[in-house]
């Protein structure tokens, strides 16, 4: 699957002033989002909550609807991103092996992760997807119940195990007009300072979750964006953008990022 080179994201101003600010991207857990099937599964419930989205689209066309829906005719802005902007952070091998990974190789390698193991050590939650594989996933669109409600309990005997891998990459067809990508993780609450050994643990975390007993670290997590994607965004003004709102969005831009490019829309003066 060829990732794009670009991606947008419908906005309001309030929005984008806290981007700018904090140069973080906000995601949000799946129990927080619009379309109210995507927390759920056949088998167990609010499970959404431990899975952060953020929503984009790769449709350079500007879309009316997602307009309305999701930054505001007259006071919202589009802002365009290359794709993956994240800071990515160094942790040493031998760091991993602490924390209960199989490292094959040297452990004196540094490698690149997405979170610093030292701030997950520090808070207590496990974020598997930053040590490896890219969050950005394409949204897939269907109607077939299996997938928008998947049966993710498949323990035995020996192991309780939930596939959480396809939570928040499906969606009801009727929401294909978005043409949505998605950067994507889960955070898990977990206690590297514990005596238990990585395997227990987690499997107490996994049967808590399964009877309801385990609640989110977070609402929501901010990554933070990279110094060449926060110089290079670019935003587009709403089709209806009010002269206030176009000063306010001036000044914030001139405030916290002036290289930023900024454009009106191709709508402006047709809706």
Known sequence: MEIPKYLYHYTNI???ALILKNRTIRL?????????????????????????VSSWTDDERESIPMWNMYANIEAGV????????????KTFAANLLK???????????????????????????????????DILKKVEYTDDQNFLYPVIDHSDEQKIKLEINSLGIYKNS????????????????????????MD????????NIY?????????????AIDDEAYTQMEVTLSPKITAGNRELI???ILRYNPQITVKDSCLLGLI
Do not use: C
């Open 14 to 16: 309030d929005s984008l």
């Open 174 to 197: 009727h929401w294909s007009f978005q043409r949505e990508w998605r950067y994507r993780m889960s955070i898990f609450p977990f206690n590297f300072k514990s005596f238990e050994v």
């Open 99 to 133: 924390a209960g990974h199989n490292v094959v190789g040297d452990l004196n390698a540094e490698l690149d992760t997405l979170i610093s193991l030292e701030e997950m050590i520090s808070k207590n939650y496990y974020v598997a997807e930053s040590f490896g594989g």
């Open 78 to 89: 589009r802002i365009k991103m290359k794709a993956n902007p994240f800071q990515r952070q």
């Open 28 to 52: 949000n857990s799946l129990d927080r989002m619009d379309d109210l099937q995507e927390q759920e599964t056949a088998d167990i419930r609010n499970i959404g909550q431990f899975i952060y």
């Open 200 to 207: 227990i643990q987690l499997n107490t975390i996994v049967n």
């Open 211 to 223: 009877h309801g007993l385990e609640k989110q670290v977070f609402q929501y997590y901010d990554l």
């Open 250 to 252: 001036r000044n914030t």
